[in-house]
């Protein structure tokens, strides 16, 4: 058997995948993944075949910055830190206005070079990134059957009556203003018209005969794979999502300590561990880094923070015995902490979550605020804004989360997952999703689809 994986050259997406297709590889079979240059060394170093495919103008290798960016891409980054000081309406309005060429770039263009990775590499199932639409729009206009790995929050998969990059939950620090709010879902409604009729064109350029969909933002794979604990999730949007769908609870990589911070960890195994990352990008928040830093000083924890793009002389004067590092083995020192400091993207919140440590998330765009009011409501976490929070606020939620009952509700999930690992779950989902029959839709060659069914697939 044959498992293709599909990613953006980005590595916050490729890292889960990989971990997912981990499962094919321990069985024995072929693992093939189509993505960028920029990632290509960490697709060798799992061992992966890979196919080049460009699904975006941008990429990130690990630390996003806007000096390494193409051109136009460095300004919409820069564009977007600026957003986040101004507060949570103002991005998410950012973020709106630039979807329609960030997340469906050269559509016609990505689809068919997906199309054509699919048939040379004739794989028998196909795992890829919901946001990488450019690869899903090939895909579907050539009837390629695929499962949907969502890699963010559940809602990134729309259902009716949501918008695309409108938050359905906040946490309760944040209290947007409802005409802002009502302007922002105005922008919403205009991009996923856009975006919809954008989409619709490329694929009736692909095939003639494609019926148009209603949002492009809810179309989806005959299996959609949600990287996110089921338990976490809000029970009553869970019971409206498509049939085929599995949570998977986490895609927590394997990862292993590099000598230094091997070291670092056992000089003081007694005192608790609090990590700290925001992420490839919002790491540039140095004001806030510097602002959780002075929160920590002097409190006992051992704090291990990864600075990112956050130029390090902006934390001010910062304890010695601290491990202070651009990037870190982050999934690996986890797994040693009491506590975790993240902005409340995907991967921070369920790799913590899979070894048990409760969260406390700054949120500052996406779907980041979904995750955090979903931490609150299950009792495994708590949540602050970014922009208002001060250092005081930040120690005592702390504080509270090493020794407070989000501890325990934390490792009563991670014990619940760890019985039955995401990738196990993954596999198990795809192969009970595998088309067993293969018929041709007229007027799409099924050579170019690698052998697949080309079939109809409900949305």
Known sequence: MTLLVISPDYLSHLYPLLTLASAWAAAGERVVVATGDAVAPVVERAGFERVPLVLGRGSNAGTARASNQPKGEDANLRAFFDATYAGMIPTLRLQAELRRNDLLWRPEQSARATIEAVGAVAPDAILVDHLAFGATLGLRAAGIPYADVVLGHPTALTLPGERYGVPTAWPAAFDPDPGELAALERIANEVTAR??????????????????????????????????????????????????HAFLGSAARDEDLDAEAAAWLARDPGRPLVVVSFGSFLSERADVLAKVAAALDGTGVRVAMATGAADPKRLGSLPADWLIRSFLPQVALVRHAGGAITHGGNNGVTEALWFGVPVLALPFSTDQFAVAADLERAGIGRAADPNRVSPGEVRDAVLALLDGPERAAARSLADAHRADPGPARARRAVEAGLPGARETRPGIDARRAGGFAVIEHPC
């Open 195 to 244: 975006f919809t009729d954008d989409w619709n064109r490329a694929q009736r350029a692909i095939d003639p005969g494609a019926a148009d969909v209603d949002d492009a933002f809810r179309v989806h794979g005959r299996t959609v794979l949600f990287n996110y604990p089921e338990s976490l999730h809000d029970p009553h949007r869970t019971l409206r999502l498509p049939g085929g």
